[in-house]
């Protein structure tokens, strides 16, 4: 058999067995490698039987399976297998042949690969994969970035494969050198975590406060769904809140309150601290899920920490479109944070992002897909230097219309003592960022008293520090700062 494929993939995990079954029905030849040759073996005898698959036992033998320039996609666990199959491909490789990393590999190890890499004559790649089983099955949406000579290479089959848009547009586009790939994908899923937790507030409000059955919200999440709130997650909330066990309750209130989590948002978060970046809706959605893993720790406080009585609202359908207007106006908040973290990931790292083109990324395929993304699109069309999407008149118009809602919404949870944490860090992010004056004057006033860390005058040009010498037994010696 002389053929040769298009491209190898080590790793037949779910991810990688659906994504190679749709890089097969694109047209393409694959050649498949797994580290247990039974699971390779298994594939191929299986759901990969008949079809423009090669089967091979070794690294070498891979390789050797592919045409030139020779490209290896590896679908395997973030962190050390990484680096392991990287250095096993290296000797059979050839100057100009790709490696690329479709896992959710942290960015710094992306671009400490890429520089790595090209060292040796070779190319790398670590592309974002979003979507899920599913998504890779059917059409994920991809976020490569890396050594961009590779990107001419690998764009026929990546946009072949990814999600489309409406018009036919693929939901795939070179994002940027080293790790501006795997970066956008890190702030795609810290998004998705805000986006989780936003909607899980909102079920929660609309179960306790609002009093609504499962089959009640069923019908609110779908009817939220052919509005602002048309999305992924929405609708799959929709299809949770109508499912039963075989007893006939509700399947979710039998699923325990503890929430998982595979470090992605974690690491967006800490980027944020790193850059400077005010992620608080998107950091709350991270440390709830910590909150919630304290399962026996809270059983025990709930029995020794009372509450307020909950009072259920007695309109239901004024407090369902309240919760919907907090639920949107909260949204555009999550994004707006994850679009400022890009922009100054972007300045820092050198990265030439095409924020409109990074939601049409999002638009379809991946699992904060929504009809929401579109808008952010246009807004960044029309204003490709927008600071912030709060500034943005359709945004702007959206927020202002909820913001009375929302904050009813906010402060009917806190007087029922219902936990509404991103909700809340939302709205707080909004009232900030729309503050002319904050009490951060004191708070310099503090650091200048008891460290010297001196502070910035309002009658006088910004850049001019100045110390006061506030209890009359200090000096003038000032101390050094740090700048975030």
């Given amino acids: 058999m002389n053929r040769k494929a298009d491209i190898g993939l080590i790793g037949l995990a779910v991810m990688g067995e659906n994504l190679v ?45 592919l ?39 942290h960015y710094p ?45 690998i764009r026929e089959i990546f946009q072949n494969i990814a999600a489309k848009v409406e018009d036919g547009t693929p939901c795939c586009d070179w994002v940027g050198n080293n790790g501006a790939g795997h970066f956008v994908k890190m702030v795609h899923n ?63 209130e039998k699923i325990l309150d503890a929430a998982g989590q595979k470090g992605t948002g974690k690491w967006t978060g800490i980027s944020a601290l790193d850059l400077g970046v005010p992620l608080t809706l998107i950091g709350e959605a991270v440390f709830a899920r910590c909150l919630s893993a304290q399962k026996e720790e809270r059983v025990e406080a709930a029995k020794k920490i009372a509450g307020p009585a909950i009072t259920l609202e007695k309109e239901k359908a004024v407090f369902v479109e309240a919760v919907r207007q907090a639920l949107f106006a909260s949204k555009i908040v ?16 050198n990265w030439d992002l095409n924020y409109g083109g990074i939601a049409l990324m999002w638009r379809g395929g991946c699992i904060i897909r929504s009809a929401f993304l579109g808008k952010i699109k246009e807004a960044f069309d029309n204003n490709p230097e927008l600071k912030n999407l709060l500034l943005d008149p359709y945004f702007k118009e959206k927020i202002e219309q ?18 509404a944490p991103a909700f809340s860090a939302a709205l707080s992010y909004f009232d900030g960022y729309r503050s002319e004056k904050l009490p951060a004057n004191l708070l310099q006033a503090q650091r200048d008293y008891f460290g010297a860390h001196t502070y910035e005058r309002i009658d006088k040009p910004r850049g001019e520090f100045f110390h006061t010498n506030w209890t009359g037994r200090g000096g003038d010696t000032a101390s050094t700062t740090y700048d975030v």
């Fill in 67 to 105: 045409e030139r320039p020779r490209k290896v996609m590896l679908l395997v666990k973030a962190g050390e297998p990484v680096d392991h199959f990287i250095e096993q491909l290296i000797p059979h490789l050839e100057p100009g042949d790709i490696i690329i990393d479709g896992g959710n590999s």
């Fill in 190 to 252: 810290g998004i998705e975590y805000g986006d989780m937790q936003l909607i899980s507030e909102a079920y929660h409000l609309l179960k306790e406060l609002g009093g609504l059955t499962h089959e009640e919200m069923h019908a609110v999440f779908n009817e939220w769904n052919k509005g602002d709130l048309d999305s992924y997650l929405i609708e799959i909330t929709r299809d949770i809140m109508a499912y039963k066990d075989e007893d006939g309750l509700p399947m979710v």
């Fill in 109 to 153: 190890d992306t671009e400490r690969r890429t520089k790595y890499i090209e060292e040796k004559g070779l190319l790398y790649v670590g592309s974002g994969v979003s979507g899920g089983e599913e998504g890779a099955l059917t059409g994920p949406s991809l976020m490569p970035g890396g050594s961009n000579a590779a990107w001419p290479h």
């Fill in 334 to 349: 999550s994004y707006a944070q994850g679009y400022v973290l890009m922009r100054e990931a972007a300045r820092v790292n």
């Fill in 21 to 65: 079954l749709n890089m097969e029905s694109k047209g393409y030849t694959v050649a498949v490698y797994n580290r247990t040759t039974e699971k390779m073996e298994k594939f191929i005898n299986d759901r990969g039987k008949g079809k423009n698959f090669i089967g091979t036992r070794t690294i070498k033998e891979l390789v050797n399976a």
């Fill in 402 to 419: 909820a913001t009375e809602n929302w904050r009813t919404v906010i402060a009917k949870a806190v007087m029922n003592g219902i936990p």
